[in-house]
Nanobody
Framework: QVQLVESGGGLVQPGGSLTLSCAASKSIVNFNVMNWYRQAPGQQRELVAA???????NYADSVKGRFTISRDNAKNTVYLQMNGLIPEDTAVYYCNAQKYFQYWGQGTQVTVSS
């Protein structure tokens, strides 16, 4: 079992930046993939970014070139650097860890508005 705690969300203007953090209660190298998902009101939860235990990354087309996922294994933490934010990025962002099962954090709210 692992506990995941997201932080770093908030209210930003369009074009602004935020960095989200996902702190895990144990080593993240135990998991095949760490993911960031998001869910906007009235919409399905979608995969935003993923990073494997080996460091390979993947992104949703909607965020490519704007978001960067990274990890610090020593700190048991995964990050999502979000640049050039647009109103469509407004959502609750969830950290997810995957191996035999999937584990979820409680989410952190990101609101992009002028």
């Amino acid at each position: 079992q692992v506990q995941l705690v997201e932080s770093g969300g908030g209210l930003v203007q369009p074009g602004g930046s935020l960095t989200l953090s996902c702190a895990a209660s144990k080593s993240i190298v135990n998991f095949n993939v760490m993911n960031w998902y998001r869910q906007a009101p009235g919409q399905q939860r979608e995969l935003v970014a993923a990073i494997t235990s080996g460091g390979s990354t993947n992104y949703a087309d909607s965020v490519k070139g704007r978001f960067t996922i990274s990890r610090d294994n020593a700190k048991n933490t995964v990050y999502l650097q979000m640049n050039g934010l647009i109103p469509e990025d407004t959502a609750v962002y969830y950290c997810n860890a995957q191996k035999y099962f999937q584990y979820w954090g409680q989410g952190t709210q990101v609101t992009v508005s002028s």
